[in-house]
């Protein structure tokens, strides 16, 4: 092996990162361990010290562990909406990108680590976990239970308190988002002891959370060594649970102190000795790499590390020599070197430890391939150390070294390395390689290799949600986009025609639109990928506010405030569920393996109405995206504009041409050929419908009270921050609700108020309220779509169900109540999608949102809006002889 200097180094510029923080990290602040003493944290590169850390003890682990409790029983943070949690959350792993460079320049100084390694994996992997678990936040879910009882049953998944995470040295930027991402994102507070070896990147990500808005006692950092700091942690009683990674010796020590003071749950992720089986039909080339990258990966230091390699006897002579040759071009040097393979060992103890293995594997009479020596003036440097001829009873081959040295164990049947593979008190990995799937299957049924690979770098999303409201003078926004926007362009429709797009505040065109047809739709399939690009929205909100108002009669103040926002937050729930989209491993019956897939459905066509043109293109397209689909959009010809602008950026934002194509136009024409077309695979439309039953012993003081309400509900400008309601979307719709209020006054329903035209110019409607309504009324069975409600009077909660039950619709219900049990009867017992209790239109993102009967199939929101564009396979594969089945 090549063995390069290694003295000082360069690093970005030229300089080593400075050590800003060295005290505990307590509620907040960085302080003083309450004894005053501190230790020496060494550079492996040289064995000289870098900085001197404030050692906790016990004392610091119960002011961090009051922090905590303190943070988690008052604190605003497991009460945030999951939402806010993910906000922050994705701040945090900003600012980690924004420090990549020191924050890897501590770890290759602190931990030995490769410095372009913790550039371009380490640090980015935490970065990644901490954005994959900012994605899970908002999606913690209970179940509803279908009882057997006349009972109604729901669980709820709460966070479960004040974590105590004792991490390892190994990857120290790893594993502490590994313990800190996912109980952050479940709600819950800590206190981190990391390795004493290795305390620099934890406290600097200590700071990094302050910075983005994590609430002070969340994190809190105690630094110090694991007989007091650790054994302190493991043991307190207001620690609601223990999560360790480390040794097999230290983690029976943790999970005893666990079960003898509190009896908390611990999670351990302990030592292994996890072999790697090479069948004779490997490729060997192949094979020496991954035998040399799971062994010598990061300089051995590793629990997953294959040290134990098992060769069948065919090709073990041959890899025998491929080894010896590739060894020897493995580059041990200083980590800063980006031609180096390998870095110091941690610290002297394991230096040491490493070495006196070495000297075992040499006197119980294994043959030493290549290294067995130290190497370097100075630090903790290994050469990478290759035995062969290993037996199973050499404690080279039972004991778990952590370091650069591996054993070569050679086998004859698939049975035999079976049974050696499984010789250990070990179990957390196994590696296969082999082009024998029937060996394969039955291998990995008791032999299982768990290896973590790096994904690609996600785009951030920042929840920042514009608020605010406009004056009615505000400028209207020009019309930049009219074209169909088909395979990432804006194009003609085929015919070349052209149909006006209408303002209703005053009846007159904003612009013509090309009209798109069938054969357009055919256009308009393309691949699927998907990209987010809910920044651009928030980046754009007045102009798309503006739009939707000029377009659909929308309040301004509620489109910049709510609408939109809603739309770029559906971007980033669904972005936050992209790569959550995960199978099953299958337990079956007979001697089979299956696990299922959930693949993309396909071409899904979206049709989309007019009363929310923002918030309804993003609960169709998000979803889909989320899943992988390509789509084609036919927004409402009344509010085409916002659509067509989304379109436009979502190509600026990277969404590969064809993922999203809009097709303006008719229902009966475009419209009718997505719904119809033979190569598309999903189409959905939206339904709703509404009326009031009230029971009769308060029938006539809420008729009192709406009177008055309605008198002061303001019809007007929707520019106008003092409008309730602005004009209905078009001329056709306005004139529908009137005829509808006239069918009201013939059928001999009350008018109590409004039930005209207001304004001088556009679609403007008194909000009108009909009182006595009978249930054979049109205005009672149809949908209205218009500013009508229908006062209906009942006498028994029987009766108001059986009323509220008479319609082919079926979307959502309301019930107001203080009476738990009408509550909870009357919410079992009406057909609807959705049923509100004391409350109305109460929707949410996490919240499935769609209906029974008429009302549609489907569900938009939550994760169940996920599952419509997915398909489930199932994948089954015959398993040979296993003594597990």
Known sequence: MAVESNGSSVCFGSKLPDIKFTKLFINGEFVDALSGKTFETIDPRTGEVIARIAEGDAEDVDLAVKAARDAFDHGPWPRLPGSERRRIMLKFADLVEQNIEELAAMDAIDAGKLFSTGKAIDIPFAINTLQYYAGAADKIHGKTLKMSRELQGYTLREPIG??????????????????????????????????????????????LSKLAGVPDGVINVVTGFGPTAGAAVSSHMDIDKVSFTGSTEVGRLVMQAAATSNLKPVSLELGGKSPLLIFDDADVDTAADLALLGVFCNKGELCVSSSRVLVQEGIYDELVEKLAKKAKAWVVGDPFDPSSCQGPQVDKNQYDKILSYIEHGKREGATLLAGGKPCGEKGYYIEPTIFTDVMDSMLIAQDEIFGPVMSLMKFKTVDEGIKRANATRYGLAAGIVTKDLNVANTVSSICIFSQEELQAKREREMA???????????????????????????????????????????????ARVAEGDKEDIDLAERRRIMMKFADLIDEHVEELAALDTIDAGKLFSMNKALDVPIGANFLRYYAGAADKIHGETLKMSRELQGYTLREPIGVVGHIIPWNFPSNMFFIKVSPALAAGCTMVVKPAEQTPLSALYYAHLAKLAGLPNG????????????????????????????????????????????????????????????????????????KKQYEKVLSYIEHGKREGAMLLTGGKACGKKGYYIEPTIFTDVMDNMLIAKDEIFGPVMSLMKFKTVDEAIKRANATRYG???????????????????????????????????????????????????????????????????????????
């Open 464 to 510: 920042v949600q514009s608020n605010g409201s406009s004056e009615p003078s505000m400028k209207v926004p020009s019309i930049k986009f009219t074209k169909l926007f088909i395979d990432g362009e804006f194009v003609d429709s085929i015919s070349g025609r052209t149909f006006e797009t209408i303002n209703p505040s005053t009846g007159e065109a904003i």
């Open 811 to 885: 979307l959502a219900a309301g019930i107001v109540t203080n009476d738990l049990n009408v509550a909870n009867t009357v919410s079992r017992s009406i057909r609807a999608g959705m049923i509100w209790i004391n409350c109305y239109l109460a929707l949410d993102i996490d919240c499935p949102v769609g209906g029974y009967k008429m009302s549609g199939f489907g569900r938009d929101h939550g994760m169940e809006a996920l599952d419509q564009y997915l398909q489930v396979k199932a994948v089954v594969t015959p398993i040979y002889n296993s003594p597990w089945l």
């Open 659 to 730: 993922v999203i194509n809009v097709v303006t136009g008719y229902g009966h024409t475009a419209g009718a050929a997505i719904s119809s077309h033979m190569d598309i695979d999903k189409g959905e439309i939206c339904m709703a419908s509404s009326r009031i039953l009230v029971q009769e012993g308060i029938y006539d003081e809420l008729v009192k009270t709406l009177a008055e309400k309605a008198n002061t509900w303001v019809v007007g400008d929707p520019f106008d921050p003092s409008s309730h309601q602005g004009p209905q979307a078009n």
């Open 162 to 207: 004040v974590v105590g995470h004792i991490i390892p040295w190994n990857y120290p930027s790893n594993m502490f988002f590994m313990k800190a991402s996912p109980s952050l994102a479940a709600g819950c507070t800590m206190v981190i002891k990391p390795a004493e070896q290795t305390p620099l990147s934890a406290l600097y990500y200590a700071h």
